[in-house]
């Protein structure tokens, strides 16, 4: 079980958007439909911005949004606000109720 | 609202077993509907998953760790524990608890950070 890999960083400025890609296998990301992405600002706790690859909770801005393609996750940010600037980690359901978490992303506004 | 609260003694001894409890409030860890899990933040780096469980008692845990650990339900007390035995300087990390929704994790509690050191 390998952790899914994130790049390390990614930036934009204000206004402009940032996408982050998460690629896995075909026993995670690829297999299944429960891809979810955490914001982690620091010094916090992981807050869930998307879950089932494209789903917001409620509250979270509809700037951010989710998309799959084979094994590889994405996790769009668009309209950049220097709020936004955390960093960010996926997540993958990997069968048999267990799961896996990305490396992690730093995005910088 | 659920709100989850981490416990555990901060500083652990090599070779030691580290136990952590999460309170939950605002709901219960008996709900039907959802999961609970333990998640930990090596300092610097990445999340990693450390287990599952269900208030019947179902547990599931990540393969690179199984063998040292145990997650454990209390329904009385509306909590859950986490176990991890012979820790090793490895084990340094802040250690999330977090309530699974549609196989994510949801809500989490603020984090208790545990030192592994002599």
């Known amino acids: 079980q390998s952790a899914l890999t994130q790049p390390p960083s990614a930036s934009g400025s204000p206004g402009q958007s940032v996408t982050i890609s998460c690629t896995g296998t075909?026993?995670?990301?690829?297999?299944?439909?429960?891809v979810s992405w955490y914001q982690q600002r620091p010094g916090k706790a992981p807050k869930l911005m998307i879950y089932?690859?494209?789903e917001r909770p409620s509250g979270v801005p509809d700037r951010f949004s989710g998309s799959k393609s084979d094994n590889t996750a994405s996790l769009t940010v668009s309209g950049l606000q220097p709020e936004d600037e955390a960093d960010y980690y996926c997540s993958s359901y990997a069968g048999s109720n267990t799961y896996v978490f990305g490396t992690g992303t730093k995005v910088t506004v | 609202q659920l709100q989850l609260q981490e416990s555990g003694p901060g500083l652990v001894k090599p070779s030691e077993t580290l136990s952590l409890t999460c309170d939950v409030s605002g709901g219960s860890v008996s709900s039907s509907s959802h999961y609970w899990a333990w998640i930990r933040q090596t300092p610097g780096k990445g999340l990693e998953w450390i287990g599952t469980?269900?208030?019947?008692?179902?547990?599931y845990y990540n393969p690179s760790l199984k063998s040292r650990v145990t997650i454990s339900v209390d329904t009385s007390k509306n909590q859950f524990s986490l176990s991890l035995s012979a820790v090793t300087a490895a084990d340094t990390a802040i250690y999330y608890c977090a309530r699974v929704e549609s196989l994510a994790f949801d809500i989490w509690g603020q984090g208790t950070m545990i030192t592994v050191s002599s």
């Open positions: 089932e690859v494209k």
């Open positions: 469980m269900y208030f019947s008692g179902s547990t």
């Open positions: 075909s026993s995670d990301v690829g297999a299944y439909y429960y």
